[in-house]
């Protein structure tokens, strides 16, 4: 089992910054992939980017289109914690982020199902 917990949200105005972290615990590898996903209200829950990484030291990243140029997803120093740093916020982006997780490499983070999920963070962003 793998055990994630988000931290890092919060309100922010519209043009401001935050940045997400997850904390991966339990039975954690040298390979993984994490993901951070976003629900809105009334709307399907999307992924927004994706990190891989192999033990031979291979990464692949994935951002939504809506993700491109002002978020950026990387892996602490410690390699258990993800980060989503998001920036130029605008009021779509007020969601619930979750970070997901499995245990593998892909090429192909969008398109891999997550085993493992954390309880999720808000994120407001007001106009």
């Known amino acids: 089992q793998v055990q994630l917990v988000e931290s890092g949200g919060g309100l922010v105005q519209a043009g401001g910054s935050l940045r997400l972290s997850c904390a991966a615990s339990?039975?954690?590898?040298?390979?993984?992939?994490i993901g951070w996903f976003r629900q809105a209200p009334g709307k399907e829950r999307e992924l927004v980017a994706a990190?891989?990484?192999?033990?031979?030291?291979?990464?692949?990243?994935y951002y939504a289109d809506s993700a491109k140029g002002r978020f950026t997803i990387s892996r602490g120093n410690a390699k258990n914690t993800v980060y989503l740093q998001m920036n130029s916020l605008n009021p779509e982006d007020t969601a619930v982020y979750y970070c997901?997780?499995?245990?593998?490499?892909?090429?192909?983070?969008?398109?891999?199902?997550?085993?493992?999920w954390g309880q999720g963070t808000q994120v407001t962003v007001s106009s």
């Open positions: 339990g039975r954690t590898s040298s390979t993984g992939t």
């Open positions: 997901a997780a499995n245990t593998y490499y892909t090429y192909i983070p969008a398109r891999i199902p997550y085993d493992y």
């Open positions: 990190i891989s990484w192999s033990a031979s030291g291979s990464s692949k990243t």
